[in-house]
Nanobody, 124 residues
Framework: QVQLVESGGGLVQAGGSLRLSCAASAGTFRSNAMAWFRQAPGKEREFVAVISWNGGRIFYADSVKGRSTISRDNAKNTAYLQMNSLKPEDTAVYYC?????????????????WGQGTQVTVSS
């Protein structure tokens, strides 16, 4: 069982920045691909970014590319999502997810564990 706990969300003005964190329980973290997804009210959950177990493979959704950076610290069992130049359309609940021993994917169905989410609200 892997527990994921997100933090770092909040209310920010358009153009601002936030850094989300995802702390994982000890275990297989350093062997897992980690990803961030988000879900806005009335919309389906959508892929944001993914990072492979060693950080060698990273992929972003077009909607955040150039404004966001995904990273991880395997020594701390923590993944991060740095978001800059935030827009009102970035408002959503952000979830981290773990693909146990996997390569990572843009598909939510490929992930084995999910956090409870952290709210990001961007005001115009």
């Amino acid at each position: 069982q892997v527990q994921l706990v997100e933090s770092g969300g909040g209310l920010v003005q358009a153009g601002g920045s936030l850094r989300l964190s995802c702390a994982a329980s000890a275990g297989t973290f350093r062997s897992n691909a980690m990803a961030w997804f988000r879900q806005a009210p009335g919309k389906e959950r959508e892929f944001v970014a993914v990072i492979s177990w060693n950080g060698g493979r990273i992929f972003y959704a077009d909607s955040v590319k150039g404004r966001s950076t995904i990273s991880r610290d395997n020594a701390k069992n923590t993944a991060y999502l740095q978001m800059n130049s935030l827009k009102p359309e970035d408002t959503a609940v952000y979830y981290c997810a773990a693909d146990i021993y996997g390569l990572g994917s843009t598909l939510a169905s490929e992930y084995d564990y999910w956090g409870q989410g952290t709210q990001v609200t961007v005001s115009s």
